[in-house]
C-alpha cells in the first residue's frame, strides 16, 4: 500500500468522525435547549404556585379573587352546582380550588417531565389523597380541560380504575 493510499483512507476516518461530532453536538445542544426549556416552565409554574397558594392564605384575598372574576367562569352552572353541592361559600371555594390547582399543578408538573418522567402508576399513588376527596373528584370534573392533554387522560385514567376499585368492593 502506497502513501496516497494511507493519505485516502485517514481523509475517508477523518471526515466519518466530523460527521460522528457534529452528530454527537446537535444531540446535546437539542437536550440542552430541552432542559432549558423545562427549567423556564417549571420557573413560571412555581410563580403561578405561589400566586395560587396566597389565596390559601388570605380570606381577603381569595374574597377579591372572587370579586374581580364575577362573570366570569367561576359563575358557570357546573361550578355553582359545585359550590352548592359542598355548601361553600365563595371564599371557601376560592382556596379550596386553589389549593387544588397548586396541587394538581405541581403532579402536573413532575408528570410531564422530560427529565424524568413518572408513569401512570406513580401518579396514581402521589394522586391517592387527591383521588380520595369527593370534592376534588367533582373539582376535577370540572376544570380537567385547563390541564395538559396528556396529564389529562392519565388523570382521567386514575380516577376511573379507583371508581372502578371501590364500586366493587
Known amino acids: 500500500m502506497n502513501w496516497e493510499a494511507i493519505g485516502a483512507i485517514a481523509e475517508v476516518i477523518g471526515g466519518i468522525a466530523v460527521v460522528i461530532t457534529i452528530a454527537y453536538l446537535a444531540i446535546q445542544i437539542r437536550h440542552s435547549t430541552m432542559v432549558a426549556l423545562e427549567s423556564e416552565r417549571n420557573s413560571h409554574r412555581d410563580r403561578q404556585t405561589s400566586i395560587e397558594l396566597q389565596m390559601l392564605q388570605s380570606d381577603s384575598f381569595a374574597a377579591l379573587a372572587r370579586k374581580v372574576t364575577s362573570g366570569g367562569w367561576l359563575d358557570s352552572p357546573a361550578i355553582q352546582a359545585l359550590q352548592e353541592e359542598f355548601e361553600l361559600t365563595d371564599v371557601e371555594f376560592m382556596r379550596v380550588h386553589f389549593y387544588w390547582m397548586a396541587y394538581v399543578s405541581n403532579w402536573q408538573r413532575v408528570y410531564s417531565s422530560s427529565i424524568m418522567p413518572m408513569t401512570n402508576k406513580e401518579l396514581a399513588n402521589y ?42 368492593t
Open 127 to 168: 394522586l391517592g389523597t387527591f383521588i380520595s376527596n369527593p370534592f376534588s373528584v367533582a373539582w376535577w370534573r370540572v376544570v380537567r380541560n385547563g390541564y395538559d392533554k396528556n396529564f389529562r387522560t392519565a388523570v382521567d385514567s386514575v380516577l376511573q380504575r379507583w371508581e372502578q376499585r371501590t364500586e366493587n
